[in-house]
């Protein structure tokens, strides 16, 4: 679970927040109360980055590193998806 935190006081101790975030406890940042930013560990984020790249389609799919191979089913839904791109371009 995030733990929230306004800008300010991340600011005075950016360290030791970002050495929670490696340690696997993302940090939400806030400003006048509001989330605006979170600090997580680089590896949350390109599963982050992977999960968007896959889109809703992928569906359970798009949570690659989830299981062993998963990482390919991933990739074989997103080569489906374009193909059916490329031929309804194609039809036009």
């Known amino acids: 679970m995030a733990t929230e935190y306004p800008i300010a006081e991340v600011k005075a101790k950016l360290g030791q927040f970002v050495r929670d975030a490696e340690e ?8 006048h109360g509001k989330p605006v930013a979170a600090l997580v560990r680089a590896e949350d984020l ?4 992977r ?14 590193g989830g299981w062993e191979g998963s990482d390919e089913l991933v990739q074989a839904v997103l080569e489906v ?3 059916a791109r490329r031929e309804a371009a194609r039809r036009r």
Do not use: K, N, Y
């Open 51 to 64: 999960l968007r790249a896959a889109g809703p389609a992928a569906g359970l799919a798009s949570l690659a």
């Open 46 to 49: 390109a599963q982050l980055e």
């Open 81 to 83: 998806r374009e193909r």
């Open 24 to 31: 696997g406890h993302p940090i939400v940042i806030t400003r």
